[in-house]
């Protein structure tokens, strides 16, 4: 039986260590994909900056029914359909380039995304379930770590695809009009046609060995039946759980934060002097600082450090890295922006843990109100993009403090409002 048990396991997280491979695949893309529609469609900071509102806004509006279809379907083959919903949004960036139409491009990112909210509201509660909630947060820092991988390689491979010949490609846009700039955009904006194919067709292949894997199901009203249920006992509604909401909106000004400094840091790059390329590749030096953190964090939870005291570390770095971002610059600045990132990668592994502790019943819907907290990272950079079209892209890290300020009253004392 505890051999069973122990494979189980194993099997358990390394599929859901592939889902989170998936999610910073397509996730992290967008810190590509934002400069690069910015140059094939023609747009402003602001204007591309709703690339971020429409992939991160479907999760406000989809995590909800995700939590439904998975009472419906369960956390495993809730996954699987979560996938082919990816891939389908990923098909959908095929007319997008052929016309490039950016609401087109925006509606591809919105189904791709409601995949992900799909899997998001399963994969968090499963893994964090999977084991003793006090090393929920090791858990989740190890599937993280895999996110940040897979964010990295996407990257690379999407800027060498992309930006490939960005320097000559630049010059020579800037000197066409009319009909010839028109046709040699067209020609930039296909380049994304091949890479979404593929993806669509590794999600299909995904969703389908899931299926197959036969997953152990998680049901959380069970796991929680030998447990101290004193705060989901006498409960009527998700909402008589206050340390779960100030959490919801601690995920919103967290996702925001991390978003501002990875989907930022190409256009900001451009801004202290360096090409396309070069601050392209930026993003890739953010997740590994983000990768660091939650190697950090694997050796340390909870053994010397608890997963609150992580928190109250973490948002004390931002306000720290992102002043000095704002007070330097050159390479000083993008090191500080990128050192963001390290601070922010302890903060979704804690978050979760201390929101999500003791719903009992409650546990698939509080996870739908935080997986709804994640449209942070489709309003937050829009703030940035507002601020940075008005005044510039260095400026616009202001808006990082009070978010900052709120995840430190988090891990303070709101993570325990309410609670017996």
């Not at 490039?100 to 791709?112: D, E, K, Y």
């Not at 409601?114 to 599937?143: C, D, F, H, V």
């Not at 953190?293 to 992102?322: D, E, N, W």
């Not at 903060?347 to 449209?375: C, Y």
Request: hydrophobic share 55%; proline share 4%.
């Amino acid at each position: 039986m505890t051999q069973a048990r122990s494979s189980n396991y194993v099997m358990s997280i390394t599929i859901i260590g592939a889902l989170f491979f998936i999610f910073g695949f397509v996730t992290w893309l967008n810190s590509v994909l934002i400069p690069f529609l910015k140059q094939a469609c023609q747009l402003t900071d602001f204007q591309a900056y709703y690339v971020t509102v429409a992939f991160y806004g479907s999760y406000f509006f989809m995590a909800i029914p995700a939590s439904m279809i998975l009472k419906k379907t369960g956390f495993t083959k809730g996954m699987s359909l979560g996938l082919f919903v990816m891939a389908i949004g990923s098909l959908i960036f095929i007319p997008a380039a052929n016309t490039r139409a950016f609401p087109i491009f925006l509606l591809g990112f919105f189904v791709q995304s409601t995949g992900l909210a799909l899997l998001q509201t399963a994969s968090n509660p499963y893994a964090t379930m999977l084991g003793p909630i006090e090393s929920a947060a090791k858990r989740i820092s190890i599937l993280g770590i895999c996110n940040k991988v897979a964010g990295m390689i996407g990257i690379f491979v999407l800027v060498e695809l992309l930006f490939s010949d960005t320097k000559e490609l630049s010059a020579k846009i800037q000197n066409l009009q009319g009909a010839e700039l028109e046709m040699e955009l067209d020609i930039l904006a296909s380049r994304v046609v091949t890479p979404y194919i593929i993806m669509a067709v590794v999600l299909c292949i995904l969703a389908l060995l899931i299926l197959k894997a036969n997953l152990p199901e998680v049901n959380p009203e069970d796991d929680a039946a030998g447990e101290d249920q004193s705060s989901a006992k006498n409960k009527t509604s998700v909402f008589q759980f206050p340390y779960l909401i100030l959490g919801a909106i601690c995920i919103f000004m967290y996702v925001g934060v991390e978003v501002i400094a990875i989907d930022t840091i190409g256009l900001y790059g451009q801004y202290q002097g360096f090409d396309l390329k070069t601050a392209g590749m930026f993003s890739i030096y953010s997740l590994i600082a983000l990768s660091v953190g939650y190697v950090l964090g694997i050796a340390t939870i909870p053994k010397y450090l608890s997963q609150r005291s992580a928190l109250v570390i973490s948002a004390i770095l931002g306000l720290v890295f992102g002043v000095a971002a704002i007070l330097t610059s050159g390479w000083v600045s993008i090191g500080f922006v990128v050192l963001l990132s390290f601070a922010n990668s302890l903060m979704w592994p804690s978050i979760w843990p201390l929101a999500i502790n003791n719903l009992g019943k409650f546990t698939k819907i509080g996870s739908a109100l935080l997986i709804m907290g994640i449209v942070g990272g489709g309003l937050l950079p829009l703030a940035y993009g507002a601020i940075a079209d008005a005044t510039n892209r260095q400026t616009g890290y202001w808006v990082l403090m009070p978010l900052y300020l709120y995840i430190l009253y988090y891990s303070l004392k709101g993570y325990k409002a309410g609670k017996v």
